[in-house]
């Protein structure tokens, strides 16, 4: 049975995890490549089934629609693929 410390260590790993997803974006597409949509995680980052799946919805619901609102990126869902937008070297500058 998981502990409330457990449950909250997971709980902040996600939204860690969620918290950055914009940034590191942003810091992936500096090569100019497009990328694949799924969420961006550290090596050292773990999350549970649960709270993957969690991330991959707020990605794809949240996370990439508000860039792309933003002209930070382009969000493809047929390709599923995310590249640079009209405004990304202007993000980039302040980044």
């Known amino acids: 049975m998981e502990t409330r410390s457990q ?10 995890a969620l918290r950055e997803q914009p940034r590191r974006v ?10 694949d949509a799924t ?13 993957y799946v969690t991330l991959v919805y707020e990605f794809h619901h ?8 933003a002209g930070l990126v ?5 390709e599923d693929e995310v590249r640079r937008g009209e405004q990304f070297e202007a993000a980039l500058a302040a980044f």
């Open 7 to 16: 449950a909250i260590g997971r709980n902040e790993r996600l939204e860690t």
């Open 26 to 35: 942003i810091a992936a597409l500096v090569d100019d490549e497009p990328l």
């Open 39 to 51: 969420p961006l995680l550290r090596d050292d980052e773990t999350l549970s089934s649960e709270g």
């Open 62 to 69: 949240v996370v990439l629609p508000e860039l792309a609102a």
């Open 74 to 78: 382009r969000f493809d869902r047929l």
